[in-house]
């Protein structure tokens, strides 16, 4: 899947060139802050739906298979920021220094809102993988995170913070 789309000029609209970035939040849009969300809520999608069908599957207990979903989540989240950053020309090492400004406060938001649902959802946590249980939590949690990430991420990115340091690199 081809996640470049995410990182166009388009997915921060609400910016006129570059001068919104560092300057406050003047032309941050909901819409640029939900695009923003979706980038970054795709990665940890992936990352955290992969450790927890591992751990599940591999029948460890709550805290391991949760670890794993969390670590995967941050791995898959910065990646997608990595990936793009390094085909617009940025060296490796500066590569990691903007996925990690992009994405930390995001993702960190997300898994602590997607787990705590998870965690609160009685028999989530030993629900198997065929069971609507496991998927509703596990899906549940992500919209809910959505919706409290992408305040944060509008906050951030009017700030020339999070995901605006990305658009530096289009």
Request: aromatic share 10%; hydrophobic share 50%.
């Amino acid at each position: 899947m081809d996640h470049t789309a995410h990182h166009t000029g388009t997915a921060y609209e609400g910016h006129a060139g570059h001068e919104g970035h560092h300057g406050g939040p003047a032309g941050t849009t909901w819409s640029t802050a939900a695009k923003a969300t979706l980038h970054c809520l795709t990665g940890c999608a992936i990352g955290e739906i992969l450790g927890m069908a591992i751990g599940t599957a591999l029948l460890w207990g709550n805290v391991p298979t949760m670890a794993l979903a969390i670590a995967l989540a941050f791995v898959f989240g910065y990646s997608f920021t990595l990936f793009a950053v390094l085909r617009a020309g940025l060296d490796f090492k500066s590569a990691i220094k903007v996925a990690l400004a992009a994405d930390t406060v995001s993702i960190a938001v997300m898994e602590l809102v997607d787990n705590g649902i998870i965690a609160l959802t009685p028999g989530a946590m030993d629900a198997h993988l065929d069971e609507a249980l496991f998927w509703g939590a596990l899906l549940g949690g992500f919209v809910v995170a959505f919706f409290v990430t992408t305040p944060v991420n509008k906050w951030m990115i009017g700030r020339g913070k999070g995901h605006a340091v990305v658009h530096a690199y289009h």
